[in-house]
């Protein structure tokens, strides 16, 4: 952090941001408005044990059974549910089907929402200012950027995430995995192709750039 | 931002190119905190998403580069700002208590735990 290098020699130091971080902690925790082991909880939660895999599995299931997909389509929240990916962030699910003459992409504009239960919590490029203004104004241009090629012909649609509403995007399943098991489906989907900005490849196609 | 997931990596957790969720511990918890408040109905999480997105609308306003990586520290003006906001502390009772932190950090030698004077727990 900034302008630390003082008194090294003698005591502890804190930056300033993590002062400011310390002194709204323990005031809360004081007032008992925070109890701190529920907060290291939910801290380790996050960390550890939500990630883009959750996603994944929706995908995976989404693509070997038409009922589920068909369900995950019509009512995202409850699908979702049913595997055990409930929880803040997650509350109100829409999915977005990509397919040859579709592509979805998702972003937050205003901040950074994002399906915390699906995909964990949003990397940092998801964040940047770059990111949340471009991909509304020039989508074509961003996924060009990121390595998705799409013809003209196919319609782009930009997602904005709000405080109620998060998307995941559900990418096309690629040519030559026919038969594949879930599990081996879910191990090639990945995060950025849930977002909408990467397409799932196909096996043997020479994978990511 | 290109790599594929790995399926050899240990399943679950969120990391990508840009390294770890979090890149510092104050980050993770400034997170738990907005969670916790929330969980407790202090604020709502549209209340929340508002302040925090009206914190990286200011920092754009000033120029501040916004790449991502300060996204953390927008989100920790904004909790400062509700939790004054909503009357859960106040700007006197925060420097206060931000000037008591340091001064027991630099009272307390290297590798041994800060605590503040007259306080128990974390």
Redesign the interface.
């Known amino acids: 952090m900034r302008g630390d290098h003082h008194?090294?020699d003698?005591?502890?130091?804190?930056s300033d941001?993590?002062?400011?971080?310390?002194?709204?902690?323990?005031?809360?925790?004081?007032?008992g408005?925070?109890?701190?082991a529920?907060?290291?909880a939910?801290?380790d939660t996050?960390?550890?044990?939500?990630?883009?895999?959750?996603g994944?599995r929706v995908v995976a299931k989404a693509w070997t059974d038409p009922a589920y997909k068909e369900w995950l389509l019509r009512d995202a929240t409850a699908a979702i549910a049913s595997l055990g990916y409930t929880g803040?962030?997650g509350e109100d699910m829409v999915v977005l089907e990509n397919t040859p003459q579709v592509h979805n992409m998702v972003v937050c504009t205003?901040?950074?929402?994002y399906p915390w239960p699906v995909?964990?919590?949003p990397?940092?490029?998801?964040?940047?200012?770059?990111?949340r203004s471009r991909a509304v104004i020039d989508p074509r241009g961003v996924l060009a950027e990121?390595?998705v090629a799409l013809g003209p012909d196919v319609e782009v649609r930009v997602w904005d995430s709000?405080?109620?509403v998060r998307y995941l995007v559900l990418p096309e399943r690629p040519a030559g995995t026919e038969g594949w098991s879930e599990d081996a489906l879910a191990?090639?989907?990945?995060?950025?192709a849930m977002i909408g900005v990467?397409q799932v490849?196909a096996p043997g196609e020479g994978?990511?750039? | 931002?290109?790599?594929?997931?790995a399926?050899s990596e240990l399943?679950?957790?969120?990391r990508?190119a840009?390294g770890?969720?979090?890149r510092?511990p104050?980050e993770?918890?400034?997170?738990?905190?907005a969670?916790?408040?929330?969980?407790?109905g202090?604020f709502t999480?549209?209340e929340?998403?508002?302040a925090?997105?009206a914190e990286?609308?200011a920092a754009?306003a000033r120029g501040t580069p916004?790449?991502?990586?300060r996204?953390y520290?927008f989100w920790?003006a904004a909790?400062?700002k509700l939790?004054t906001a909503k009357g859960?502390?106040d700007a006197v009772?925060?420097?206060q208590?931000?000037d008591?932190?340091?001064a027991a950090?630099?009272?307390?030698?290297?590798g041994?735990p800060?605590e503040?004077p007259g306080?128990r727990?974390?």
């Open positions: 008194d090294h003698h005591g502890s130091h804190f941001t993590e002062l400011r971080v310390k002194a709204l902690e323990s005031l809360l925790v004081d007032k408005l925070v109890d701190p529920a907060l290291d939910l801290v996050y960390e550890t044990k939500v990630g883009p895999r959750n994944a803040r962030q205003l901040c950074s929402c995909l964990g919590l990397p940092v490029w998801y964040k940047s200012a770059p990111y990121l390595g709000t405080a109620e191990a090639i989907v990945t995060r950025d990467a490849p994978s990511a750039r | 931002m290109k790599e594929r997931a399926p399943p679950g957790i969120p990508d840009d770890p969720v979090f510092a104050w993770a918890q400034a997170f738990g905190l969670l916790a408040l929330h969980d407790r202090c999480w549209r929340w998403t508002e925090l997105a990286i609308k754009a916004d790449d991502g990586t996204y520290e920790l909790l400062e939790a859960l502390t009772e925060l420097l208590r931000k008591a932190w340091d950090a630099r009272a307390t030698p290297h041994k800060i503040l306080r727990g974390p």
